[in-house]
Structure formats: C-alpha cells, structure tokens
C-alpha cells in the first residue's frame, strides 16, 4: 500500500478569494497547498477591468504569508458591456489568465453578468482571436427550469452554440456537476476541458437534503443525484487531460449559511488537497493524482508545470468543526469528518 505520495505542486483552476479581511484569511489556506490559483472575480464590485485586477492581484499578493510562493491568475468579469479592447490588453500584460462568463443572476455576486449570451459574442470573437482562455458557469437562469436541470439546460441551450460558433476559443467548463457535461467535454475537441470539485466527488444531493438541511453542502450549481456524482468520479480519475483541480472553494461565514435564505458555496480551501486525494485513494487511482492535480491544468492553460514538489502521508487528519475567519466561525468541508492523508511536513 503507498503510504507517501510526492507529486509536482498542484494548481487551484477555480477558487473565491472575495476581498479585505476575508481574503487575508483565506489566502494563505491555498498558498500552503497550492502554486498558483485561478481567482473568480465576482467581488461587489466584480472585477470587471484590467486595472481593478491588478489592485486586486496586489492586495493577494500582500495576503501571501512570508516564505510562500504563491502566484494568483486573475480573471476579467464579463459583462453585457464587457470592454474587449481592456480585456485584451489585460490579458497581453499578464494581467488576465482568463475571462468569465456568469449568466446573470445565476449565483452569488453574478447580477452583472451577462443577460444573454448573443450580447457578448463581439468579445468572445476577440477571445478567441487573441487565445484568451472562457471560463464558464454553465447554469440557465430561468424560473421554469428546475435547478437540479440547470447545467444540463445551460450546454443544450448556450454551450454547444459557443463551442461550434468559436470553435478556437478555448473554454473551461467549470464545477461540472453531471453527466451530461462529462460526456459534453469528451465529445468536444481538445480545445474544451472542465474543472471538478472536491465536493460534487464526495457528495451527492441526499448530503443536503436528508435527515435535515444541510446547508454547508450547498453549493451552486447543485450537487445531483449519485450516478452523476459517480460519472465525475469516472472523469477525475481517467487520466484524460480534459478533467482537472478547481476547488470552487467559496468562503461564506457561519452566520451567512444558518439562515433562512443562506448563500451558495463551500470552503474547502483548508483541506483540499487531502479531500481530493480521499477519492483517488478510494478510486485506487493514487496514481493518476498528480496528472489531475499537477499537469493537466497547466498544460490546458499553456503554462508551465510547477518543479517544486509536495508530499502527502497516509495519515488520520482530523477536520476541525469550524475556523475562525475575520473574527467569524467558518464551517468547513468536511467539517468534524477524519480524512486518511494529510500534507507532509
Ligand atoms: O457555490 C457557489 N459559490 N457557486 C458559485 O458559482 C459562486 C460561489 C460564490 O461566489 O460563493
Ligand atoms: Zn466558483
């Protein structure tokens, strides 16, 4: 049985550092695992522009305890009004990693997004054309569609148009959460790739739902029924370069989960790395990890892979009840659970 795995330091390619005391808190979580990370950026205001991404950059970079190498990869907010010219600029200065498409309203901070898809296709035509990366929350907004329907609605209805009608734009399909995105990202060239979840591997609706409300298992979109949480399983573990690490870990206080109306997102920031290595384990794929976790993204992205390694070690790690985050309690994944690996060292 390995006991010890050591494996390129990985990449987060989707996670929510929000802002101010918050993202001081959260920051140094996925600096102590990770290299880089793919910053979502819907803030209030979202960052919508080349020079907003920049001071946010600068105020991670000073939220990087002292010692850590940690290189954050903003993203640009895309709007209905979204300017092509700043984005591309951004983008040529190193400043943008990627853009990201939100419907509107389709989750949190996502009220600016885009109203319809036709309205930014002038700046995906431009994405595609100067090979800035789309990363997408393929989720429909409309009332009459069930939630649980969403993501499956949102590649029938957006998606396939997207991908025929640019068919050079490389498009990241984010926290997929069904079966049908996995079998939509295999069916597309390699110019389409997804990022998966701890979460959407470990749980499934009945998480949230049975015996009790559950809400610090919920998360947009949804976690579905267990035959898509097992086709995820399938993806993460194939070894194709399609399927790779993004966290979507989304920091919400206590206080803003217990409620009547409690937001959407799960923090699992502080043990990601061992929650996502709890289902290679069990999917006996210890040695496809680092392909997940390491290469794909990267390579996906058209960035280097990492030289520095990490090690993980066979052993019980205790996941705290709660956290303390701005003088808050946090609630995180996996919370009061024992994991059987933790970071080495
Ligand atoms: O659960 C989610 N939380 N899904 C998202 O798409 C956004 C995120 C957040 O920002 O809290
Ligand atoms: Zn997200």
Redesign the pocket.
Same mark, same amino acid.
């Not at 389709?106 to 996502?110: F, M, R, V, Y």
């Not at 919920?218 to 979109?221: E, F, K, Q, S």
């Given at each position: 049985m390995t006991d010890r795995l050591t494996i390129r330091r990985p990449d987060d390619w989707h996670l929510?550092f929000?802002d101010d005391e918050v993202m001081r808190g959260v920051v140094p979580y996925t600096a102590w695992q990770f290299a880089r990370a793919i910053v979502?950026p819907?803030l209030a205001p979202p960052v919508t522009h080349a020079a907003m991404a920049a001071q946010y950059r600068e105020r991670i970079l000073a939220a990087v305890p002292k010692g850590v190498r940690f290189t954050p990869l903003m993203t640009c907010y895309l709007t209905d009004d979204t300017d092509a010219d700043d984005l591309a600029r951004g983008a040529a200065e190193g400043i943008f990693t990627a853009a990201k498409l %939100?419907p509107a309203n389709?989750?949190?901070?996502?009220a600016h997004g885009v109203s319809d898809v036709a309205r930014v296709y002038p700046v995906l035509e431009r994405m595609e054309a100067e090979d800035i990366v789309l990363c997408v929350?393929g989720?429909v907004t409309e009332d009459e569609i069930d939630v649980f329907d969403r993501e499956a609605a949102f590649i029938e209805r957006h998606l396939r148009g997207i991908v025929r009608d640019f068919p050079r734009l490389r498009v990241v399909f984010?926290?997929i959460t069904t079966s049908d995105a996995v079998r939509f990202v295999r069916e597309c060239g390699d110019g389409v790739a997804a990022t998966i979840t701890p979460q959407h591997l470990h749980i499934n609706r009945n998480a949230m739902l049975v015996g009790g409300i559950r809400p610090h298992n %919920?998360?947009?979109?949804v976690a579905k029924r267990e035959e898509h949480r097992l086709a995820l399983r399938e993806a993460a573990v194939s070894g194709s370069p399609k399927f790779f690490l993004g966290t979507?870990s989304?920091?919400?206080l206590r206080s803003a989960k217990e409620t009547a109306c409690g937001?959407?997102?799960?923090f699992n920031a502080p043990f990601a790395l061992e929650s996502y290595l709890a289902v290679f384990d069990e999917e006996k794929a210890l040695d496809r990890f680092e392909s997940f976790a390491s290469i794909h993204g990267p390579a996906f992205y058209g960035l280097p892979v990492n030289e520095e390694t990490i090690t993980l070690e066979r052993a019980a790690l205790e996941v705290p009840g709660e956290l303390t985050l701005a003088g808050e309690s946090i609630v995180p994944f996996h919370a009061g659970e024992t994991l059987g690996w933790r970071l080495a060292g």
């Open positions: 929510h929000r979502m819907n %939100y389709a989750t949190t901070n996502s929350h989720e984010e926290h %919920y998360c947009l979109p979507d989304a920091p919400h937001c959407a997102g799960i």
